[in-house]
């Protein structure tokens, strides 16, 4: 068959319309993913700031919010919105569970219990999700305004890829305003500063830390609830990737640092689109992206993009 | 104190209950116990879940042989190559199994096959299709077709049937079956006089393809070959339509389970590939005795199921033409399957242990999958020593 002219522009290294789409569309896709990213690192960066806890059962919360979500659409048959809303609910509680049953009894122990703890509760998190749900993967249900397409000037933008920034960017102002602008954000920042002379201060220091874990996980919820319509495929191991991904994307933007979770996430995605765009022959290597960026950060700017110095 | 006392008691009754059990075990050699690895959890756990579920099946139907009952070892290989050789290592050494079935998918299969080869015991494949599982190996068969075939049909139905001519290829780099599928279909297309205009990787696991995709639809194809797994499959062809690639889609044996319709919905009508198996077309008594009974426990049928019973079906089947539990003796009687009629079809077991069958070409239409057409292996027969893929 002949080559079509578009074809043969797109084969001419250089220039011309076709690239400039090609280009904006691998953006598009790779905002769309660093988005999803930035959103689950934000309840990630989060609980770390405040109470210095890497929560390594973080992806796990959020594979269980999938879950809950799933259910409640096809179990009680609820409108989206509704069993939307009802398992983050429900993954607050859960965080607020996993603080009360794992993290309470060693939060005065060296931090090293604390993150062997935390790893712990992914296991736990992950095999109790195998017994239950069984390992065979489902698909979720996405409501038909998220399965919408729009087309602009030949670029494509799945309804998701335009909402999934917003909500990102909806949570993350929540989630600041909380922090900045609320008696108990000021309790958080204190716990996070000095949780011993926090305590002195006559602040119910468990009470607050709860509230992390349930606004830190009601957050994983949402970016997993995002994840879920936009690759619809749910197990009970889904939550590793992300989880190390939000990792990276809150290291990446300097960890505590709720909005350098969220510029980290947009980096880390658009980092990886870009090299199976422009090296397909490396796709494989997408997951080392993360990681080799991981790694020069902590060569060249140990406390992230955003980062300030961290107190000893 | 009562609790205490109650307590006390139920361990007491729970030690008694769990004494005897290993105790029987030992006492008879009345049992054969058969070995199964396969992947009950992970990337491709519906694969074993299904597998699993159609093996079960099959020893209801045919608990006893030569006169023992057949007693069932599952063990896990987590979609992961390396559990997969713990498991058959396990499997050889502690269960003392005399054969095995297992896995579903053929990376796994060929981590944990060399191990069983060593020890000669006999292994089974339900439906690891890639040629090298077999290849040079004694103690392994298989119950399936294999790659080389299936690519070829895959390319000139591409070709001919839909007089495709510029197809774009997604590789599954992680796996031996995709490279090889993709591979064969390539060197087919192009030997028909088609063009592969693109071709781009991903690794299992991988959820996002949005930049493969991105990148097959600037170069304008016609035709796209994805030979991955049905999670894969499934998540790429919703991306594919979010973002306006409209072609259609060929892919192997390995999308053909439910999950792909649950997970893709909407997404996968259309799909088209090469399958081991479809209801319409499966006509042997033994298809129709299983399909029945199956459906009346479980539901629906699914190719893996079927494919699990036919590998119980067919060692079942050697392990009485050998008339001994001996790893030598299955094999030879393995290797000298001729014209059985499984579920899947009749097959018969060629050089290198590879089962020679036909294939079905099915497509997903109205959320389910439908028969298409029959391809039968006259003529392309495969020959292992010919159509080795080179490797990667």
Redo the contacts between chains.
């Keep these: 068959?002949e080559r079509?002219p578009?074809?043969c522009k797109?084969d001419r290294p250089g220039t011309g319309l076709?690239e400039l789409?090609?280009f904006l569309?691998?953006m598009i896709?790779?905002v769309?993913?660093g988005s999803l990213y930035g959103l689950i690192a934000i309840g990630y960066t989060m609980v770390y700031g405040i109470i210095r806890l890497i929560n390594f059962a973080h992806g796990d919360v959020m594979m269980m919010g999938c879950y809950f979500a799933y259910f409640g659409i096809l179990m009680f048959s609820l409108p989206w919105w509704a069993s939307f809303v009802i398992a983050m609910a429900l993954t607050a509680v859960l965080g607020v569970m996993m603080d009360k049953g794992a993290y309470v009894p060693v939060r005065n122990a060296p931090r090293i219990s604390a993150l062997i703890t935390a790893i712990g509760v992914s296991f736990l998190l992950e095999n109790l999700g195998?017994v239950v749900f069984?390992?065979?993967?489902?698909?979720?249900p996405t409501p038909e305004m998220f399965s919408e397409?729009y087309?602009v000037a030949g670029l494509?933008f799945?309804a998701l890829v335009v909402w999934t920034p917003l909500l990102t960017l909806l949570i993350l102002s929540a989630v600041l305003f909380i922090i900045y602008r609320t008696k108990t954000g000021r309790a958080m920042r204190c716990i996070s500063h000095d949780m011993e002379t926090t305590r002195l201060m006559g602040v119910d220091v468990n009470r607050i830390i709860s509230i992390t874990f349930a606004v830190g996980s009601a957050a994983a919820a949402a970016g997993g609830i995002m994840w879920a319509m936009?690759?619809?495929?749910i197990?009970?191991?889904m939550g590793i990737?992300p989880g190390f991904k939000a990792f990276v994307a809150a290291v990446l933007g300097g960890i505590g640092n709720i909005t350098g979770a969220m510029l980290g996430g947009l980096l880390l995605g658009v980092a990886?689109?870009?090299?199976?765009?422009l090296m397909?022959?490396l796709?494989?290597f997408?997951?080392a992206v993360a990681f080799g960026l991981l790694i020069l950060i902590l060569l060249f700017r140990p406390t992230g993009l955003m980062g300030t110095k961290l107190p000893d | 104190m009562k609790m205490r006392h109650l307590v006390v008691a139920l361990l007491v009754l729970g030690l008694a209950v769990s004494m005897p059990a290993p105790a029987f075990a030992q006492a008879k050699s009345e049992t054969i116990k058969i070995g199964v690895f396969l992947p009950m959890t992970g990337g491709v756990a519906a694969y074993g879940q299904g597998s699993w579920q159609g093996i079960q099946f099959a020893r209801e139907m045919k608990p006893t042989i030569l006169g023992k009952k057949v007693e069932l070892v599952l063990v896990d290989d987590k979609s992961d190559k390396i559990e997969a050789a713990n498991a058959v290592t396990r499997l050889v050494e502690k269960e003392k199994v005399v054969a095995i079935i297992g896995s579903s998918i053929s990376g796994n299969t060929m981590a944990g096959g060399p191990i069983a080869e060593k020890a000669g015991v006999p292994v089974v494949s339900p439906t690891a299709t890639n040629p090298l599982v077999t290849q040079g190996k004694k103690y392994i068969f298989r119950v399936c077709f294999i790659d080389p075939f299936q690519g070829e049909m895959a390319a000139k139905y591409a070709y001919e049937t839909l007089k495709k001519r510029r197809a774009a290829l997604i590789i599954d780099k992680a796996q031996d079956y995709c490279v090889g599928l993709a591979d064969f279909f390539e060197k087919n297309f192009t030997k028909l006089g088609g063009q592969i205009v693109a071709k781009t990787y991903c690794q299992t696991g991988d959820k996002d393809f949005t930049a493969q995709i991105s990148a097959i639809k600037a170069k304008n194809p016609d035709v796209l070959y994805m030979p991955n797994y049905y999670t894969e499959v499934a998540l790429a062809m919703k991306q594919a339509k979010d973002l306006g690639l409209n072609i259609p889609v060929l892919s192997g044996d390995g999308a053909q389970d439910k999950a792909l319709i649950d997970i893709g919905k909407q997404y996968v009508e259309g799909l088209m590939f090469t399958g081991h198996f479809e209801k319409e077309a499966a006509n042997t008594p033994l298809a129709k005795k299983f399909i029945p009974a199956y459906e009346k426990k479980y539901g629906k049928v699914g190719t893996f199921d079927v494919m699990g019973a036919d590998a119980y079906f067919v060692l079942a089947d050697a392990i009485e033409r050998a008339k001994s539990t001996e790893g030598a003796k299955i094999r030879a009687a393995l290797a000298n399957t001729k014209n059985f009629k499984g579920i899947s079809g009749t097959m018969t077991i060629g050089e290198d242990g590879n089962a020679i069958k036909s294939l079905v070409i099915v497509q997903v239409r109205g959320g389910d999958f439908r028969y298409v057409a029959t391809v039968e292996p006259a003529g392309v027969a495969p020959e292992p020593k010919k159509a080795a893929p080179k490797k990667k």
């Design positions: 068959m079509s578009l074809f797109r076709v789409t090609f569309q691998q896709n790779g769309a993913l195998l069984g390992g065979r993967p489902k698909g979720f397409v087309e494509m799945p936009r690759y619809p495929e197990n009970p191991l990737i990886e689109i870009m090299l199976v765009a397909p022959e796709a494989g997408r997951d």
